[in-house]
């Protein structure tokens, strides 16, 4: 799939933990929308592609919104949480000259390793952070709003210019059919297939007065 640059100059909000084609949109025009140059897909596995959408929440001050998107591509439907927030995604960010940007606390605390198979007796605790995923429906896409994030909040970024960034989802998946019920331990966690995004972020310019000279 071609892969485009993405210009921060978009505002918008989060206040959904799901988006969902609006009334009135046919299936076709919602997978249709998620394939513009915002939006950006990796590999499937076992019938599962995941996706970054990027979003800015300011002009003035580019925030970058990240809003994953997992589609299923199976004819049936699928079970999967996501584990807590510092296991559930594994990200590192390039500038054009390909060095690595510095990362905040929040980044430098990701990574961090789960058990494989996750032992799963009394069910998937959600209080310690572990978030249960609608049930991904077959040939759809879900973006992800309840699991959206700022980069700013895992990178450090200061300069204008193209930056890449390189993400994986992690996800605790039943691969084999669920019947309702989730005492087991053998709880798979996958690395689902990394995207890769491009992003140009421009940052204002600063505004110079009279005399000439930077406020």
């Known amino acids: 799939m071609k892969q485009g640059i993405f210009k921060v100059i978009l ?15 046919t299936n076709a025009e919602w997978e249709a929308s998620l394939l513009g140059s915002d939006t950006f897909w990796g590999a499937s596995t076992n019938g599962v592609k995941s996706a970054l959408n990027i979003e800015a929440l300011s002009v003035a001050n580019p925030l970058i919104r990240c809003t994953p998107i997992l589609k299923n591509t199976n004819n049936g439907y699928l079970l999967m949480y996501l584990p807590p927030l510092k296991s559930r995604f594994i990200m590192e960010l390039k500038d054009s000259n390909g060095t690595a940007v510095e990362k905040t606390q929040m980044g430098k605390a990701l ?10 007796t009394t069910g998937i605790n959600t209080r310690a952070g572990y978030g249960r995923l ?8 879900e973006k992800l709003d309840g699991y959206a994030f700022n980069l700013q909040d895992y990178f450090v970024i200061t300069n204008s210019g193209t930056y890449n960034l390189a ?5 605790i998946w039943f ?4 019947k309702g019920s989730l ?14 995004a491009r ?8 505004q110079i007065n009279m005399k000439g000279s930077v406020p």
């Open 183 to 196: 005492k087991t331990t053998h709880v798979p966690v996958v690395n689902l297939p990394a995207v890769n």
């Open 199 to 206: 992003i140009d972020v421009k940052f204002p310019k600063p």
């Open 111 to 120: 990574n961090e390793a789960l058990a494989e198979p996750f032992g799963l």
């Open 167 to 171: 993400i994986q989802l992690r996800v």
């Open 175 to 178: 691969l084999t059919p669920w």
């Open 134 to 141: 609608p049930s991904l429906r077959p040939n759809y896409s």
């Open 11 to 25: 505002i918008t909000m989060v206040t959904t933990a799901l988006s969902s084609n609006v009334i009135g949109e």
